[in-house]
């Protein structure tokens, strides 16, 4: 199964969804990310009981965040999905990177690059 | 522990205003414990901080640090040689905290990101409830171990108002009624006969009525 998916989705490998934190999230946009999505197990079949469910209320938490400074809250996301499917890994990396170039560059890169 | 709320971002970006260098200083005590001043709040907040003012294109230089504790002035000692080096400091301690950081540092400019809001006690992880008043006269074995004055919406002393039903104040249903909850553990406890025990009226002039309130340990005062 060779998919393909856009190039510019930097994967960054953590052993559960659950590892990812908050400062991940904003850092992330702070360094000037467009857009960073968290990829978690399906709920209920985390391997480490709710890892997944926790990452979302994380990303609920950084949506909110960034709403009240005025940035749009869909450049964070969350995806649930198995470790076997390939395609909607590759379907949800080729959704996000839409919804990205619909909401165009983050304004802090733009402040940044100006 | 001292429990607080961590203010709106629209608020204490006001307070920074135009603040180009600005440290956050945490506090490892109560606000640590409750999540919303400790290392790691500090962290998000500086984040969000420098995201907020990057996007007016406005960049904000943000230090992160966080003290043993702001209540004390050995602690509050320790950014002597950096509090210089800011336009403001942003506190996220309770309420003591910026004010020992102003005492100790006239002329600097503190901000408190937080708004304390009661002492209390975790009743689940992320939800915190009030069980003091602070009233200076704890009276709890009266009432079954159980405060009605920083549990009854009302404060009321001698029994639960018209307003409780099912064990519910009338305020909310997620609220109990903490007097529902004082008979009870009276009859538990067997002694529901205590209830009737006349009691004078509370003197109040060790709460917040009587004053600034001061404690002063002769033995240990240097």
């Known amino acids: 199964m060779r998919l393909s998916y856009p190039s510019n989705v930097k994967i960054i490998q953590v052993p559960c969804s659950g590892r990812v934190d908050i400062l991940h999230l904003l850092r992330a946009i702070e360094d000037g990310a467009d857009g960073v999505y968290v990829a978690g197990c399906l709920e209920g079949e985390c391997h480490f009981l709710t890892g997944n469910v926790k990452a979302k209320k994380k990303v609920q938490y950084v949506k909110n965040v960034l709403e009240e400074i005025g940035i749009e809250p869909e450049r964070v996301e969350m995806f649930n999905l198995s470790s076997g499917e390939g395609p909607r890994f590759a379907e949800i990396a080729k959704e996000m990177v839409e919804r990205i170039k619909e909401l165009g560059p983050s304004p802090v890169k733009i402040q940044k690059a100006a | ?222």
Not at chain 2, 38 to 58: F, P, Q, W
Not at chain 2, 109 to 131: D, L, S, Y
Not at chain 2, 196 to 218: H, L, N, Q, Y
């Open chain 2, 1 to 222: 522990m001292i429990v607080a709320d961590r203010k709106p971002l629209k608020e204490i970006l006001e307070m920074v205003g135009d603040s180009k260098k600005v440290l956050i200083l945490g506090c490892k005590g109560c606000v640590t414990v409750c999540n919303v001043g400790g290392n790691k709040e500090v962290g998000i907040l500086a984040s969000t901080l420098k995201i907020a003012r990057a996007k007016e294109g406005r960049p904000l230089e943000v230090e992160e640090k966080a003290l043993e504790r702001q209540c004390d002035p050995e602690y509050v000692d320790q950014i002597k040689d950096i509090v210089e080096d800011y336009d403001a400091v942003i506190s996220m301690a309770c309420g003591v905290g910026p004010q020992f950081l102003s005492e100790r540092y006239p002329g600097k400019r503190f901000f408190p990101a937080v708004n304390t809001t009661f002492f209390g006690g975790a009743v689940q992880h992320g939800i915190w409830e009030e069980r003091c008043a602070g009233c200076g006269a704890c009276g709890i074995h009266h009432f079954g171990g159980l405060c009605p004055i920083a549990r009854c919406s009302k404060s009321l002393l001698n029994g639960p108002c018209g307003g409780s039903a099912d064990g519910k104040c009338e305020i909310s249903k997620d609220v109990v009624c903490i007097w529902d909850l004082i008979v009870k553990k009276k009859m538990e406890e067997g002694h529901l006969d205590e209830l009737m025990i006349f009691r004078p009226p509370k003197v109040w002039t060790t709460a917040r009525d009587g004053g600034p309130r001061k404690s002063v340990r002769e033995e240990l005062v240097q």
